[in-house]
C-alpha cells in the first residue's frame, strides 16, 4: 500500500488500524483485504476512471517485487494498467500452473486471454505465435477442435517464414 500509494508509512498504519477497527479491512495470513466485495466495488467506483490504469500499475509493480509468485493478480493489474504485454507474461505462467494440476479449461482461458492481450499490439507476432501454438497444443488435447482450428487460422495470420511450415503441419 503505502509503495503503490507514496503514503507515509505511518500514515498508513493508522489507516489500516482504523479501518481494521471499524472491520471495513479483515487481516488474513499476513495481507489485508476489504471486508465485502460490495465495499471494494463501491470504493473502486468512486475512483476517477483516468486514474484507475496507473494505480493498476503501481499495484503491479509493488505485487511484482514482493510477491511474484501471485501471477494472475499480476495479469490482472498489468492488464487494467494498459500494460497487456506484461500482462501476457503472467498469463502464461499461470497457464504453465494450471496445466502443471491438470487444470486444461483454466489453462485454455489464461492463454486466449494471453493472446487477445499480445493482439493489441507492441509485441512481434512470434511471440503471440508462441502463444497460440501452446494454447492450440492444450485444445488438441481437450479434443476441442472448432477452438483449435480458429486458433490455427490466428497462427497462419501471425506466422512468418519457417513458422508457417509449422502451422502447415499440424
Known amino acids: 500500500i503505502v509503495a503503490a500509494l507514496d503514503f507515509q508509512d505511518a500514515a498508513v498504519l493508522r489507516g489500516i488500524d482504523n479501518l481494521t477497527q471499524r472491520h471495513l479491512l479483515v ?22 476512471a483516468a486514474s484507475r490504469p496507473a494505480l493498476h500499475g503501481r499495484v503491479a509493480a509493488v505485487i511484482e517485487a514482493h510477491r511474484p509468485e501471485e501471477v494472475e493478480l499480476l495479469a490482472h493489474h498489468f492488464r487494467a494498467g494498459g500494460l497487456p504485454d506484461r500482462a501476457a507474461v503472467y498469463l502464461e505462467q499461470a497457464a504453465v500452473r494450471a496445466i ?9 482461458d489464461h492463454l486466449a486471454q494471453a493472446a487477445e492481450a499480445l493482439a493489441q499490439g507492441g509485441v512481434s507476432p512470434t511471440q503471440r505465435f508462441r502463444v497460440l501454438s501452446r494454447l492450440e497444443e492444450i485444445l488438441d488435447l481437450l479434443a476441442r477442435r472448432a477452438d483449435q482450428e480458429k486458433v490455427l487460422a490466428e497462427m497462419q495470420l501471425c506466422a512468418s517464414g519457417s513458422a508457417v511450415v509449422d502451422v502447415i503441419r499440424r
Open 27 to 48: 487481516g488474513r495470513s499476513g495481507r489485508y483485504q476489504l471486508s465485502h466485495e460490495l465495499l471494494r466495488n463501491v470504493l473502486y467506483d468512486d475512483l476517477p
Open 100 to 108: 502443471s494440476v491438470s487444470a486444461y479449461s483454466t489453462a485454455v
